[in-house]
């Protein structure tokens, strides 16, 4: 695979450049076995792969204190990202400070990478507030709920970035799902034609809710979508760490040196639901989640760094114990954390105020109104 095409259009492009490979890149087995591959090498420390290690090991001690807090009422729903730790902490791993990362509603694995406090991500889910961090002190956009949406945001400004001369990359990413709405599609299109440096990464976690990849796409694989928008296709086992790493440096490395846009089809599996409204024991079986099971990125990260003797139990011991900190401390912000004035809602849409949003405005303070007096009538 080349690494830099002309663009979409100029009669120039060679399709086979923009294929995906036959087989995802695929560098660390489940047992901890590294196959080095000199087309996407790793160029990680064995501290920056102990950090990782340890990186992913807290943000699924903290996915799994968000789904406890979802079952005890302090929040309306969860999506939970256990199973896809390797696929958003690796691949996050592979920017630099400056770039920027568009989120679904999943990415908590990303988010940490990026030195989010947690807790500012789930009052999105407890309602108490639209998303409580700052995103130009981490880089790191707010969470979004629609499918699909923030590939436009990412591509719009990755295209303003390269009309200022800012040599940043944005990485936007989303789920299988997320491949058959009509933005991403859009935000593709446009990217192809204005060799935007953005990369789409897309974690294929075999279900777009309930539905399975194969109904939703009849192309060969997801990254093929890629050749029609004048796109590099690229594949990588999104359970395997150092692979996801490796092809998200060369997509995004590939970007800022403005070779144009790329997407990522990296393959996962969604070990929770959905979400926490979902049942995900009416589609799927005990007996696939138990081989899903076998290719654990974190264990596998593990079963390396062992090999090669860079963590002992003493070291894991110590991780476990600063990921239980933190849900702890995730829990103290979120447990009743008292609710604003739904009236807030209307104040950061527009500059300027509409005339139908004022209205709405109008509606939903008399509403509250009403509410009060019954409550008090109640009394």
Known sequence: MVDDVTPAGSGQVDPASLLPPEEPVHLLDPDGTLHEDPEYPVGLDDE??????????VTRRIDREAINLQRQGQLGVYASCLGQEAAQVASAW???DEDWIFPSYRELGAAIVRDVDPADLLHLFRGTWLSDHDPYEHRFALL????GTQALHATGFAMGARLDGNPIVTVVYFGDGGTSEGDPHEAMTFAGVMRSPVVFFVQNNQYAISVPLSKQTAAPTLAHKAVGYGLPGYRCDG????????VTRRAVER??????????????YRMEAHTTSDDA?????DEELEAAA???PIARLRNHLRRRDLLDDAMEQRFEEEAAERAQAVRDAIYDAPHGDPLELFDHVYVAPRADMAAQRDEL??????RADDDGGAA
């Open 48 to 57: 920056a792969l102990v950090e990782l290690h340890r990186t992913m090991i």
């Open 94 to 96: 592979a920017l630099q």
């Open 144 to 147: 979004s709920i629609p499918i």
């Open 239 to 246: 359970n395997d760490p150092l692979a996801t790493y490796a």
């Open 255 to 268: 970007a800022r040196a403005g070779h144009g846009p790329a997407l990522i089809e990296a393959l996962t």
């Open 281 to 285: 024991s009416r589609y799927r079986s």
């Open 294 to 296: 076998l290719t654990d």
């Open 365 to 370: 303070r008399a509403e509250l109104a009403r």
